[in-house]
């Protein structure tokens, strides 16, 4: 297809699609359907600076131990202070907290860990999964919520895919069915002190959740296709590379793995 100079312009350095009244905006490489305003069907290579500077930074949290970036805000969980808070990184010389949602007493009591899809954020924390929405960022309401001291034991982490969020708790494994955000109902679970001892990270990636423990030094991978009877479908354990396994992320056929190795 001829490239049409009307469509582009250039500034400095930036090129850029010129959305008309009949371009979509988006730009696709390697295809010619794109689903977003940037659609890579393949690889890309992405250079990090060798030197790395603070950029900012704001105070006014008791005990903050997770945060989650969707668009223009940072969502972050406050342990102790039982709270989400709302923070406004759109510039990020200047964060702003601009919203935020306390519970001590029920789904919010806790939280550890903080995911967000859409216009709702999960918090998970205790024994429990607080369901937010943060369609207004200056607002969040919690609208449900689920408790479950023995399937919900101790969750450090959370993970939304789809209609489900999938939490790591202390020996267990759970799959809570989000569809209906005012009523999260666990549909599937996994008690397995052996695999899920202490269990700190997930990551979900196709029909496969993964699963860090810091218990035995487990790296676990749990087939989610059936959400209703996960299964555990492959482990490592590796008392030297993953003693403390905490966090991880999945990309491609590769997992990376950050532990509290002494």
């Not at 689920?146 to 399937?151: D, F, H, P, Y």
């Amino acid at each position: 297809t001829a490239l049409v100079s009307s469509q582009w312009t250039t500034s400095g350095n930036a090129v850029y699609y010129n959305v008309g009244a009949t371009a979509d905006g988006n730009v696709g490489i390697g295809t010619t359907t794109p689903q977003a305003l940037l659609d890579v069907n393949g690889s890309i290579l992405q250079r990090v600076p060798a030197t790395m500077t603070i950029k900012s930074s704001i105070t006014g949290f008791t005990s903050a131990k997770s945060v989650f970036v969707s668009g223009r805000y940072a969502y972050v969980a406050d342990q102790t202070g039982n709270s989400l808070y709302v923070v406004d990184v759109s510039n990020p010389s200047s964060p702003v907290i601009v919203g935020s949602v306390s519970d001590s007493q029920n789904y919010l009591a806790l939280p550890m860990a903080v995911f967000v899809s859409g216009t709702y954020a999960y918090a998970a924390g205790n024994d429990r999964l607080a369901v937010i929405d943060v369609s207004n960022p200056s607002s969040p309401v919690i609208v449900g919520g689920v408790r479950n001291s023995t399937l919900i034991s101790g969750p450090a982490a959370v993970f939304v895919s789809g209609r489900y969020a999938y939490l790591p708790g202390s020996s267990v494994f759970a799959v809570i069915d989000i569809s209906n955000p005012r009523s999260p109902k666990i549909v599937g679970s996994i008690s397995d002190a052996v695999n899920f001892g202490l269990a700190r990270g997930v990551f979900v990636s196709g029909r496969y959740a993964y699963v860090t423990a810091v218990s035995n030094s487990k790296f676990v991978a749990i087939d989610v296709s059936n959400p209703y009877t996960p299964v555990v479908v492959g482990t490592v354990s590796d008392a030297t590379n993953l003693s403390g396994a905490e966090g991880l992320f999945v990309s491609g056929r590769y997992a990376y793995v950050v532990a509290n190795v002494s």
